[in-house]
């Protein structure tokens, strides 16, 4: 059985894997997830966004979004992006996973790997097109917000923020809500936050915040 929510973009479903209701999206599998015919399970608890989605947030993705994603680790969310967004351009500084990513572009002509530092936009700005629809960021390094910050000229002005904090990132003696109330301080500036959550259900210590340009 496959189910249509209008809370989730186009090209993501519920459907049904082993009697479990899961989001899935259509495409190669990359992790070793369960698929069924075309269909891929998306494991939330395995990837940020994927929690997002299923906690309801309002990403205001709708399906064939330019995306630029920061954190692309192996491949295992940017994949289940690409099969439902447009150009799909994925940063990641670390060599060894960007193996695997590599693997997860073979079969995908939209998605595009970057091995680059997601501190140093100018590295990959002649890369990335311009005003791109949504950042997703899910770098896990200290200054989260700054990352955020410095990737905002990829946006386009109604473009949307999509970024995943881990508190232990940051501080990991500090109290998760002090460094997600001063995460969120320091995004203000220059986007404005619409929702914040947290992910605890399928990842501790992490907030959900959904932003635009300010
Ligand atoms: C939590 S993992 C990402 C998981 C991935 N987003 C997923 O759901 O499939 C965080 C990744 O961010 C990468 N990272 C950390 N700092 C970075 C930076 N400054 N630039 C690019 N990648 C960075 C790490 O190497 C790691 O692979």
Do not use: I
């Amino acid at each position: 059985m496959t189910g249509t929510d209008a809370s989730l973009p186009a090209g993501v479903v519920r459907r049904e894997f082993d009697g479990r209701d899961r989001l899935a999206t259509r495409g190669e599998p990359v992790y070793g997830e369960p698929t069924d015919g075309e269909w891929r399970a998306w494991d939330a608890g395995r990837s940020k966004l994927g929690g997002m989605l299923e906690l309801g947030m309002e990403t205001g993705l709708s399906g064939g979004e330019t995306v630029l994603y920061l954190g692309a680790a192996n491949g295992t969310t940017v994949s289940h992006v690409a099969d439902f967004a447009g150009a799909t351009y994925a940063v990641e500084f670390s060599p060894r996973p960007v193996r695997d990513l590599l693997d997860a572009c073979e079969p995908r002509p939209n998605l595009f790997p970057l091995l680059k530092d997601a501190r140093r936009p100018e590295t990959y700005a002649h890369v990335v097109e311009a005003d791109c629809d949504v950042l997703v960021q899910d770098v896990a390094t200290r200054g989260q917000a700054d990352v955020a910050v410095r990737n905002r000229r990829f946006l386009a002005d109604d473009g949307r923020l999509l970024l995943a904090v881990k508190t232990r990132s940051e501080d990991v003696a500090a109290a998760p809500e002090a460094v997600f109330e001063e995460t969120v301080a320091d995004l203000e500036p220059t986007y404005e936050v619409l929702e914040t959550r947290r992910l605890g259900r399928f990842h501790e210590d992490h907030l959900g915040v959904v932003a635009t340009p300010r």
